[in-house]
């Protein structure tokens, strides 16, 4: 069965600075994708990034980049120039092409201090 | 532009009663919809998954069960709730194709109660 871990429970980081979030899964299929999704307060989950295991390039969305190594099955998410509505817990998950179950990690919970 | 709504916001029950969350997604066809537990201060857990109407997967056997009526209706139920039912559901819809990338996306929530 596929799981998805995040190692770090919790984290912080100094406001600007760049902070890395790992995540690490496990499956035996090759076509998949590869999701962060961000938890404010709110409770919505908001999608942060993507990523096609098909597609060897880094997904980037402005300040929020990927280290996607397929051979390691490891997806951190780095965040350049935090900022202080980046505090959230983040949700890294998985989905494979050949049926519909996303599977979630248990989440970091990134705090910004300023 | 598709919404996804889902209902009510916030529900205290006693345990033993019945439950029902509702989530329904207007401006697509024939989306995958998904039931998702957050329990306190921990990952989400996916407990149905739907392809399409009548069609319903169950991930965790528990006194929770689900009902696809319509195609973009999803209903979450429960005859006896159990105090190990609190927790906050999310539904998810996730359009069909590659050019969608795959991506779910998720309702408000509900903040569910036993007490």
């Known amino acids: 069965a596929q799981t998805v871990t995040q190692s770090q429970p919790e984290m912080s980081v100094q406001e600007a600075e760049t902070v890395t979030l790992s995540c690490t899964y496990d499956t035996s299929e090759s076509d998949y994708y590869l999701f962060w999704y961000k938890q404010p307060p709110s409770r919505q989950m908001i999608l942060v990034i993507r990523q096609e295991a098909y597609k060897q390039q880094n997904a980037t969305e402005n300040r929020f980049s990927v280290n996607f190594q397929k051979a390691a099955k490891s997806f951190s998410l780095k965040i350049s120039d935090s900022q202080l509505g980046d505090a959230a817990m983040y949700f890294c998950a998985y989905r494979s092409n050949r049926d519909d179950k996303i599977i979630f990690g248990k989440g970091t919970r990134l705090h910004i201090l300023p | 532009s598709q919404t996804i709504h889902q209902w009510p916001a916030t529900l205290v029950q006693p345990v033993g009663s019945p439950l029902s969350l509702e989530c329904t997604v207007e401006g697509t066809s024939n989306p995958n919809l998904y039931w998702y537990r957050q329990a306190a201060g921990r990952g989400l857990q996916l407990l149905f998954y739907s392809v399409g109407i009548g069609q319903i997967s169950s991930e965790v056997p528990q006194n929770l069960s689900a009902s696809r009526p319509q195609d973009r209706q999803f209903i979450l139920s429960s005859k006896k709730l159990l105090l190990s039912d609190s927790g906050f559901y999310l539904c998810?819809?996730?359009?069909?194709?590659?050019?969608?990338?795959?991506?779910?996306?998720f309702g408000e929530g509900s903040w569910l109660t036993v007490v």
């Open positions: 998810a819809w996730r359009p069909l194709g590659r050019e969608s990338g795959n991506t779910i996306y």
